[in-house]
């Protein structure tokens, strides 16, 4: 009697294991049931959309570098089966003359190009012919620091106040010879990418331009190369772009614009944010809508719970441009149809499983995330229309080490506790007294970024990054800007604390504040004209834009009291030559 028992208990058990099996199988072949049924025959649908997104990109790499040092996110996405070869794409070669250095890699297919128009085209010279040879290992993109005052791309000469502040002297102060060890990547001008080989002679690669901008060898000219490789080319020890880089102004175009060939979700944060990956295998980071342009963050909310808004991310990249930092990686709006453009692209089954039809028959859904991710917290179109902001990708962090760097003025993120900084008047002495801050221009830099994020009202600034190869005498990465403009009605003076400290701040950045207060000049003019090119534009609140202003002003009148604490000498980092200073009329 005990060993019938004793049997018929195992074979309950190995019941019970095959009905899991069966679940699992069931669980898996699911969405694909569900997303076939759901749609009207002959409708497209994830089914079909899928493979050509695979065609679009074979063998595309998992993930490349971006902003915030979200690497791994896109990593986390593709381990599911069917995720692209990574192996498959070989095609840059030797972005480094030093065989030793992580820039040269056998396996560089992070960064693969597309045929894109010449765009960066010297007049009158054809594109699909060869340039004359040029000493090898020289920067793709010649630095624009020397050039005559020319308004950026995009801007006229007509009259616009953007076009009239870039010609300001003050906004045409050259950068240092950039030498090799000047530029995060170096390039043989003659080394060609060719497309073709990269997509397996895929004929549905969107070929532009004369004889799709290749040379009679079959290889790709220089200026075919796409906007987001042209901006990765242009970084250097002193700038994330250059003023006049005619790829920053394309860059934000094809944000808007190019084709979505895949989505995943970044893992981490505590809101949804999404990988995105264009046909020209360019990556850009989606942060959905949130909440509306007039609403502000209510004053109960900590900073650290407040939502990440995808209007600030694009504010902040004008406003850095503005202020002639150039530290922030393109950002633009975008409405993004989350059928065709998210759900029907996405090989992420946790994403897809949490798509749903709202009762107003909308489509929505909420992603994972630590803690805006529930059907209460849900993204939801008008129907399946959302906004959203997308911030270019830095160069893949295989390519180009970042190091983080925590912000000496970091908040405490805690309900009760104050940071040191808040009960110690003295507190930048010490600061001074520890590497880099004690011999570098790195202070100089967080003075600049102190202001950038008191004009914003950001208050969440953590960590900052820096590119490792070029030490601790390069500019740091204004990242992470989605808690700004949260409250227009507040100025939060704690923020411009680090300047009240330390008392102080570059000649040029202070000349440029009071250029900007200027009523020919004024900032809040300015960014509205700026923004205005977006395509989800108005991107702010009017009252946010008159909220620069006032905290303008109220960054002046700190400086102003530095000087008669310290004295002009003291406070002040004169970069800039007698040329400049006596143009800018000081």
Excluded at 9 to 17: C, D, K
Excluded at 189 to 205: L, Q, Y
Excluded at 447 to 452: E, K, L, Q, R, S
Excluded at 525 to 550: G, K, W
Aim: net charge neutral; with cysteine; proline share 9%.
């Amino acid at each position: 009697m005990k060993m019938i028992l004793v049997r018929r208990f195992r074979v309950l058990i190995l019941m019970a294991f095959l009905a899991a099996c069966a679940l699992h199988l069931v669980l898996d072949l699911l969405p694909k049931l569900e997303r076939s049924a759901a749609r009207p025959s002959g409708e497209p649908g994830c089914s079909c959309s899928q493979p050509a997104a695979e065609a679009a990109a074979p063998g595309w790499a998992q993930a490349r570098g971006h902003p915030g040092g979200e690497l791994a996110a896109a990593a986390s996405a593709a381990g599911d089966a069917g995720w692209p070869n990574k192996h498959t794409l070989r095609i840059l070669q030797d972005f480094s003359s030093d065989p030793s250095s992580n820039l040269t890699s056998h396996s560089l297919e992070k960064l693969p190009p597309a045929a894109e128009p010449a765009e960066g085209a010297p007049p009158g010279q054809d594109p699909g012919v060869p340039r004359p040879p040029d000493p090898a290992h020289r920067p793709l993109l010649p630095d624009s620091g020397t050039r005559g005052p020319v308004p950026p791309p995009g801007l006229s000469r007509d009259g616009s106040l953007l076009a009239r502040l870039f010609q300001h002297p003050l906004y045409q102060v050259p950068i240092p010879p950039l030498t090799e060890g000047d530029v995060l990547f170096n390039v043989n001008s003659d080394i060609r990418f060719n497309p073709k080989a990269a997509t397996g002679e895929n004929p549905d690669w969107p070929h532009e331009g004369p004889e799709d901008g290749f040379l009679p060898t079959g290889e790709a000219a220089v200026d075919s190369y796409p906007n987001w490789l042209k901006f990765h080319i242009g970084i250097n020890r002193y700038e994330l772009y250059s003023r006049h880089n005619p790829a920053v102004e394309a860059l934000l175009r094809d944000l808007g614009t190019q084709k979505i060939t895949s989505v995943a979700m970044k893992s981490g944060g505590t809101q949804l944010k999404l990988i995105m990956t264009f046909q020209n295998y360019g990556q850009a980071l989606f942060k959905p809508m949130k909440q509306t342009r007039e609403q502000e963050t209510p004053p109960d909310f900590f900073y650290f719970s407040d939502y990440e808004r995808h209007n600030a991310e694009i504010a902040a990249f004008h406003l850095d441009r503005i202020l002639d930092f150039r530290r922030v990686p393109p950002v633009a709006g975008r409405l993004v149809n989350m059928t065709k453009e998210i759900r029907d692209v996405t090989r992420d089954k946790k994403l897809w499983r949490t798509f749903f039809i709202s009762p107003a028959n909308n489509i929505c859904f909420y992603g994972e995330c630590s803690y805006y991710c529930s059907t209460e917290h849900a993204l939801c179109g008008k129907p399946d229309q959302i906004e959203g902001s997308l911030a270019a990708f830095l160069p893949d962090l295989s390519l180009a080490k970042r190091k983080t760097w925590r912000n000496p003025w970091r908040r405490s993120y805690h309900k009760r506790k104050k940071a040191e900084w808040e009960v110690d008047p003295d507190y930048c002495e010490e600061v001074k007294q520890t590497p880099p801050y004690d011999s570098s221009h790195r202070i100089l830099d967080v003075m600049d970024m102190t202001i950038f994020d008191f004009l914003m009202g950001n208050m969440d600034r953590h960590h900052y990054e820096t590119f490792e190869k070029f030490g601790n005498e390069t500019f740091i990465i204004h990242l992470d800007n989605g808690r700004g403009f949260g409250k227009h009605s507040h100025d939060e003076l704690s923020i411009l604390v680090p300047l009240q400290q330390c008392c102080r701040i570059r000649r040029s950045t202070y000349l440029r504040l009071q250029l900007l207060a200027k009523e020919e000049h004024r900032l809040s003019l300015l960014m509205a004209e700026s923004l205005r090119a977006d395509r989800v534009a108005p991107v702010l609140f009017q009252p946010h834009l008159e909220a620069l202003d006032r905290r303008l002003r109220i960054v002046l009148r700190a400086v102003r009291d530095c000087v008669e604490k310290d004295g002009l000498h003291s406070v002040m980092e004169d970069d800039l030559g007698p040329e400049h200073r006596a143009a800018a009329g000081r």
